[in-house]
């Protein structure tokens, strides 16, 4: 069972684009959605989270919007730049406790010059 | 500081064959995840430890898998009569307290030949 779906699987932007990744999630319970990037032979790394009580979150080039009714969150990279391409996965998470966390499946980001 | 440190980087083991992933933690951390990520998919939640103890072993997908952290800080996980479908790169993750971010491991890529 896929709690959380990611879209699209790979995104091709130029240089100072908007790139724009979307997630939908099915448990109500979640209530912390990080976002991890994740370069080849790496780790994923938190890039940015927000909890349900903001629509937005902004740090940098990067926005998370948040549409709790619709159980929808989106990430924003603005300006995109080359070294931006990496693997980028939603999650979700129960706030409070340990993090047991539901990861979407990935989105490849590739920025072209 | 140093990150998570897991070892080996790479493992090759034959079908059948018992295998064990070590994960050195932040120093510092109380907290301890595995996760395993297969080829083109998000990581999945496979155990959690808080100290010594596995606090959630809800992931692990069958009784061939156990991991232990006996002084609460090294992890191995221990994979016993390997099949092909083990195949995957296994995360290890450590956290400072519950809420806060995890710090990912590069992982430990294993084929089963």
């Known amino acids: 069972q896929q709690q959380v779906k990611q879209s699209p699987q790979s995104l091709i932007v130029q240089k100072g684009g908007i790139s724009i990744i979307n997630c939908a999630y099915e448990?109500?319970?979640?209530?912390?959605f990080p976002w991890y990037q994740q370069f080849p032979g790496k780790g994923p790394a938190l890039l940015i989270a927000?909890?349900?009580?903001?629509s937005e979150k902004k740090e940098g080039r990067f926005t998370i919007s948040f549409n709790k009714s619709a159980k929808q969150f989106s990430l924003h990279i603005m300006d995109s730049q080359p070294g931006d391409s990496a693997t980028y996965f939603c999650?979700?998470?129960?706030?409070?406790?340990?993090?047991?966390?539901?990861f979407g499946t990935g989105t490849k980001l590739q920025v072209i010059p | 500081g140093a990150g998570v440190s897991q070892t080996p980087s790479n493992k090759v083991t034959e079908k059948g064959k018992y295998v064990e992933l070590r994960c050195d933690p932040i120093?510092?951390?109380?907290?301890l995840y595995w996760y395993r990520q297969s080829l083109g998919q998000g990581p999945e939640f496979l155990i959690y430890?808080?100290?010594?103890?596995?606090?959630?072993d809800s992931g692990l997908p069958n009784d061939r898998f156990f991991a232990v952290r006996p002084e609460g800080s090294v992890s191995t996980l221990k994979i016993q009569r390997t099949e092909r479908g083990d195949s995957a790169v296994y995360l290890c993750?450590?956290?400072?307290?519950?809420?806060?971010?995890?710090?990912f491991g590069n992982g430990t890529r294993l084929t089963v030949t």
């Open positions: 120093s510092g951390h109380t907290a």
């Open positions: 430890f808080q100290g010594t103890g596995a606090a959630d």
């Open positions: 999650a979700a998470s129960k706030a409070g406790g340990y993090q047991k966390v539901t």
């Open positions: 927000i909890r349900p009580d903001v």
């Open positions: 993750a450590s956290s400072t307290d519950l809420n806060s971010p995890l710090h």
């Open positions: 448990n109500t319970a979640f209530d912390y």
